[in-house]
């Protein structure tokens, strides 16, 4: 059974709700026919026959008057009566002898033929001569045939009409008997018909609810089960051949989820014992930072400082190629210095001393510009903001040192004319029911710039496009602004400029560099919905 398809077993349903309905109409049809036989031949042949008869018999019987009334007076007027009976039996013979003619109408023919039969002697013997003599000699005539002769002959004719209208009861009585019948039959057959369709129907519905429902409220069981997180709950393959494919296909994706969800949690494991990994390894860079504020500066404070008083002590006593050895002892105590400082910095951002607080950007600005007081004095630089800047979320510290550092490059990085910053902000609104809105603030200047070739690599630690003798510094300060940003939830780049690239080729001037980063909006400050 379980080889057909659920759409075989539809058709085969149907079929036999198709078969037992063309049964029941069959059924019908016949109980119909002998319903309209019955009737037909009470309606259409027996009764229009007893009438006929009836109306034969009278016909004669008008006759017979007329012969009566025509012996007494003797004048034309009183043989009425008989020319109207014949004229009315003569069509009444006809009609029977249609209805003979047709033999459904048992013994009729037979009966019409003897009452035909005494008919003809009633006017042979008695009616025709009768009229004849009473014509000729008067009713007076002793040769008119006597009236017992013919009061006989009629009482003949009448026992034919009464054998054929007994006949005629009796058929008729059989036809009824039928017609009741018939009309049980079909009464009986179309609640046959109907208790069939309804067996038929409730059969098709156990049918398919055995063969199509059952397996499918199976397979949505299992699905759900699987749906919720059973996934070691086997599918049930069972039902027709194309449910039996729909299951295979559910219990192979189940399976496929498994042994994904095998690999995951694999992976998961390796990811934790990775974390842990990583954990470590931060701890060990805490602690390696600590060292490096501490236990590393003391010595090399003290090389710092003992190169420095050598250099303040023997400058000129000695030779000029010692003189130039201790200044580079003493500039690259000074760099380490600031390296290992630096690199502090930037190992702390997001772990130590970091606490989220409501932040004004307009406050980190103004520190970022405090800091970069005596900076901004001797280049003759000029800050400019764009309106109040919006209040986020995060660590004002490391905010303002995100604008020191991208204001500072600003002024280090500086063209021949003053340098020129401009600070602007806009919100950008999210695109998606998950996302938040963001702001993408802007910091752009008028400097040398950098070409577009070098955006991803600004970013990275210790990467220097230009030498040391060139400008100062140690390579770490995008680098840190890229992970401030991202330590808040957003994302910093450069803004491509073509004249940047020109400008470094010698081709033409620079229109400077712009960097833009987003930070997310405060929950506090999202637009509400109507």
């Known amino acids: 059974m379980s080889r057909l398809r659920s759409g075989q077993w539809l058709a085969i349903t149907a079929g036999g709700f198709l078969l037992a309905a063309l049964v029941g109409v069959v059924i019908c049809l016949l109980a119909l026919h002998r319903l309209t036989d019955a009737r037909e031949q009470v309606v259409d042949r027996v009764d229009p026959a007893r009438i006929a008869a009836q109306m034969y018999e009278l016909g004669l019987v008008d006759q017979e008057t007329g012969i009566r009334g025509f012996q007494v007076g003797g004048t034309a007027e009183y043989l009425e009566p008989y020319d109207q009976g014949a004229a ?11 209805l003979a003619a047709t033999g459904k109408v048992p013994r009729l023919d ?7 039969l005494s008919s003809t002697a009633w006017h042979l013997l008695y009616a025709d001569p009768s009229i004849l003599m009473i014509r000729a000699e008067g009713p007076d005539s002793k040769d008119v045939p006597p009236i017992a002769e013919g009061k006989q002959l009629f ?84 039902g027709p051949r194309d449910i039996q494919g729909l299951s295979t296909d559910v219990e192979s994706m189940r399976r496929r989820i498994v042994t994904e969800l095998e690999t995951v949690n694999r992976a998961r494991a390796l990811l934790e014992e990775q974390t842990l990994d990583l954990q470590r390894s931060n701890a060990e860079l805490e602690q390696f930072a600590y060292v490096a504020s501490h236990d590393l500066q003391e010595p090399l404070r003290k090389v710092a ?35 290992i400082n630096d690199l502090l910095s930037f190992s702390r951002v997001g ?32 800050v400019d903001i764009a309106g109040p800047l919006p209040v986020v979320r995060g660590d004002e510290s490391l905010l303002t040192a995100l604008f020191q550092n991208l204001i500072g490059n600003a002024i280090k990085f500086q063209g021949e004319a003053p340098p020129r910053v401009n600070v602007s902000v806009e919100r950008t609104r999210a ?9 993408t603030f802007t910091v752009s200047d008028n400097g040398i710039g950098i070409a577009p070739r070098y955006a991803d690599r600004i970013f990275v630690i210790f990467q220097r496009l230009h030498p040391k003798e060139e400008f100062s510094g140690t390579g770490i ?4 602004c890229r992970k401030i940003v991202e330590f808040h939830g957003g994302e910093i780049w450069l803004v491509p400029d073509e004249g940047a690239e020109a400008a470094a080729a010698g081709d033409g001037p620079s229109h400077g560099a712009t960097f833009r980063f987003t930070l997310p909006v405060p929950p506090d400050d999202e637009p509400r919905s109507a």
């Open 477 to 480: 300060g995008l680098a840190m």
């Open 88 to 98: 009315e039996a003569v069509r009444a013979r006809q009609r029977l002898q249609q």
């Open 351 to 382: 772990r130590v001393g970091a606490t989220e607080t409501v932040v004004a950007m307009d406050d980190a600005v103004r520190g970022a510009l405090h800091n970069l007081a005596a900076a901004i004095e001797d280049a003759g630089a000029e």
């Open 155 to 238: 009482d003949r004719l009448r026992t034919s009409f009464a054998t054929m209208q007994t006949h005629l009861s009796a058929e008729r009585a059989s036809a009824r008997t039928k017609l009741r019948h018939a009309a049980a039959l079909a009464e009986g057959a179309v609640l046959f018909t109907a208790a069939l369709i309804i067996l038929a129907s409730i059969a098709a519905g156990l049918v398919l609810r055995g063969v199509v429902a059952k397996p499918l409220a199976r397979l949505a069981r299992d699905a759900r089960s699987v749906a919720r997180g059973e996934f070691d709950h086997t599918v049930t393959v069972d």
């Open 431 to 439: 695109t998606a029911p998950s996302q938040t809105d963001m702001y």
């Open 305 to 339: 400082s003992f190169t420095g008083m050598l250099q303040h002590r023997y400058q000129g006593q000695l030779d000029e190629r010692a003189d130039q050895y201790i200044e580079f002892a003493v500039d690259g105590a000074k760099r380490m210095q600031v390296l």
């Open 110 to 116: 037979d009966d019409l033929q003897a009452v035909a």
